[in-house]
């Protein structure tokens, strides 16, 4: 049965200082919601969508130790690429692309704040009656990882850090390449005038901020389940969790 929700809702619980960043996409990529708030703010909003696929950009549970397994039974992965193995399987499989990745530990206690406030959304979406997808309801969710995400769409090139001007430039400008309703932050450097620099002032109202770019990122992987569902693709094992990227650029080519 093909999902074809009303709404597309990527949330980004990794930043410092906003809780939750959300954005939501309509089926033809237009942004209909964008903002920032308290657990509470998100499920609000949550739980009046009637129809939607949820992306999330954070890990659904600790590591089971499964990499750390294979790693040592099957030497999948060269230590010198990956070498801790305190992560979960797919972690591991996303680090080999080259993509930075926050490893998920094993214990509860050891995960950075940004990743059990991650947990808690999940818990809650249940809560509300959200389920996994690729169940066929009106109301699911899924993770994936902004990153992979901005890394897959370009082909594994080179990525800025997501916080910096140049980092949150690249992001829009994939996200504009991807017909999603962000202005084109060429424009940035159209305005950004020898006055304007001199005087320090830089002309940022139309670029958006890192975790924004998350949650536009992964609300547009959601419209890609229900849109683009055979240029997606499910990394990693059930038992830690599923994550879902787009496929890689060659392997599109490819398809066409």
């Known amino acids: 049965m093909k999902i074809e929700p009303l709404f597309y ?25 964008l903002g920032s708030g308290p657990l509470r703010e998100i499920l609000s909003y949550a739980s009046g969508l009637a129809s ?38 797919v972690e591991a499989e996303i680090a080999k692309e080259g993509v930075r990745i926050t490893p998920t530990p094993a214990r509860m206690e050891d995960c950075k704040m940004w990743v059990r406030r991650g947990f808690k959304l999940y818990a809650k979406l249940q809560k ?3 389920a996994q997808y690729p169940l066929a309801r009106e109301r699911i969710y899924c993770e994936s990882m902004a ?15 997501e916080a910096t001007l140049e980092g949150r430039l690249q992001r829009q400008l994939i996200l504009f390449e991807q017909k999603i309703a962000v202005k084109d932050a ?26 924004e770019l998350n949650a536009l990122a992964c609300a547009y992987l959601a419209w890609m ?20 990227v787009p496929l890689k650029a060659e392997r599109i080519r490819l398809q066409e």
């Open 9 to 33: 809702l990527g949330i980004d619980p990794s930043q410092r200082y906003k809780p939750y960043v959300y954005a939501a996409l309509d089926a033809s990529r237009r942004i209909v919601a």
């Open 52 to 89: 939607v696929i949820v992306s999330i950009n954070g890990p659904q549970c600790t590591n089971q130790g499964l990499f750390a397994e294979a790693n040592r039974e099957q030497k999948l992965f060269p230590l010198e690429t990956v070498k801790d193995e305190d992560m979960r399987l």
């Open 128 to 130: 509300l009656g959200y």
């Open 147 to 161: 990153e992979a995400i901005f890394s897959r769409l370009i082909g594994a090139a080179l990525l800025f850090e």
């Open 186 to 211: 060429m424009s940035f450097f159209d305005e950004a005038t020898r006055f304007r620099l001199i005087n320090g002032i830089l002309p940022l109202e139309n670029i958006y901020q890192s975790g």
């Open 225 to 244: 389940l229900a849109h683009k569902t055979d240029q997606t693709e499910r990394l990693g094992d059930e038992r830690e969790g599923n994550l879902f």
